[in-house]
């Protein structure tokens, strides 16, 4: 059955015995670190703590935060201050955009996306058409491994040319599809132009998709189309798989293979569990150990048990970028908290949050384009409610133009 069953025991152990294997995981590889990754010595060194002194969770979060923009420029100093081993002894070498290398080491399944591809449904003798990238960039090799290893047969088409796409899909009766969802969709509006039955010229069961957000409507459609089922998951190229969902499909359990926090972006400090956040993660990785990875993603945990029986808590959803939050009088403003706010109000057409400090005080200016009928009053008290500050409120006339419609714009200027 697709949808029963675990990929290893761990998955169901209660959450404190889940937690307490993860601890001693996560000690070992912040131990290897400290030994072998110049990068990890020096960031422990100008913090003035010591290996050994890292024994509880406080500890732990007292090492100062990996940001992921910051890998830039490391690995153009010297990739291996980062890696514990030669870079001939790696399986893989990918570069992403950024650009960003990623090294891979030689375990199978390096990147830990067989227990998601379990959870997905995805079964020994599937046979599964893998439409992501196999070259430069590391999606297509790094998703094969965990189907090779759940005894899966892989057909590597890559991406585009869609009508072998198709071809190979019907005459093998692929039962498992990777790739993206909205692909999946171009797939089926040709092979239907052509004539083609979905649900009895094809054999599909079960696709993971990535690379894109997948909106309720995208995923019931492909599904409803193919008569299959549409998972996803969440992770980065750089530490591989960090959440995936399961067949209930509300949120992302977070893997067993990999330390995740939710912080206060840019600091490494935990929010209040629930809040949203900066994911940052360390993955249980013995070539290339990123300690408290800032993955610059926003997100929140739900801490709520699943019926799936999966005792890890749940990804909610990830909501933007660390780059599209500001901090304010010491309270973080989310784009996507905007946003939600200027829903509310159909008649805006637009929007830009603009900061500023004059003579060094923060400010808030809030344009907004509307039709007729704004409640001004309102949407300032909706704002200050959401958001906890309070805007300057400019209404714009229709031929005024915003710089950056629908963004958070800071002009602070810090002397
Ligand atoms: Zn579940």
Redesign the pocket.
């Known amino acids: 059955m697709r949808t029963t069953g675990y990929y290893h025991d761990l998955e169901i152990k209660s959450r404190e015995e889940l937690k307490s294997d993860k601890w001693t995981r996560l000690q070992n590889i912040i131990q290897l670190a400290a030994e072998k990754c110049r990068e990890f010595k020096n960031r422990l060194h100008k913090a003035g703590i010591s290996p050994r002194d890292i024994t509880s969770e406080k500890d732990f979060l007292a090492i100062p935060p990996l940001p992921k923009k910051n890998l830039i420029t490391l690995q153009e100093e010297d990739i291996n201050q980062l890696l514990t081993t030669d870079l001939g002894n790696l399986a893989h070498i990918y570069m992403s955009p950024g650009p960003i290398l990623d090294p891979e080491g030689t375990d199978d399944d390096y990147w830990g996306w067989a227990e998601a591809f379990y959870?997905a449904g995805f079964r020994p003798k599937d046979i599964v058409q893998m439409t992501f990238s196999y070259h430069m960039t590391p999606a297509g090799l790094m998703l094969e491994q965990p189907l090779r290893k759940l005894g899966c047969a892989v057909i590597p088409t890559g991406p585009g040319n869609t009508e072998a796409q198709i071809t190979l899909l019907t005459r093998l009766k692929a039962t498992g599809f990777v790739g993206m969802a909205s692909y999946l969709k171009t797939i089926a509006k040709k092979a239907k132009a052509a004539g083609l039955d979905l649900k009895k010229d094809f054999n599909l069961q079960v696709a993971f998709v990535a690379a894109e957000i997948l909106t309720p409507s995208l995923r019931n459609e492909v599904e409803e189309m193919f008569g299959m089922v549409v998972r996803q998951g969440y992770g980065t190229a750089d530490v591989g798989c960090i959440a995936y969902?399961?067949?209930?499909a509300?949120g992302m359990?977070l893997s067993t293979r990999c330390w995740v926090e939710i912080c206060h972006p840019g600091t490494g400090e935990p929010v209040v569990p629930g809040e949203i956040g900066e994911v940052v993660v360390t993955p249980f990785s013995t070539t290339y150990p990123l300690i408290r990875f800032a993955t610059g993603d926003l997100a929140a945990i739900d801490y709520s048990p699943?019926?799936?029986?999966?005792s890890a808590p749940?990804i909610k959803g990830i909501f933007g970028r660390t780059d599209s939050t500001a901090k304010v009088k010491g309270q973080f403003v989310y784009q996507h908290q905007v946003s939600q706010v200027m829903a509310e109000f159909p008649v805006i057409i637009n929007w830009q949050l603009t900061l500023t400090n004059p003579q060094g005080k923060d400010t808030l200016t809030l344009y907004v384009q509307a039709r007729d009928g704004l409640d001004e009053k309102k949407l300032i008290a909706a704002f200050k409610e959401k958001i906890k500050l309070l805007p300057v409120l400019k209404v714009l006339s229709a031929h005024e133009e915003l710089e950056e419609p629908g963004k958070i714009v800071d002009k602070r200027v810090w002397e």
């Open positions: 959870a969902e399961c067949p209930e509300q359990h699943c019926p799936c029986g999966r749940r």
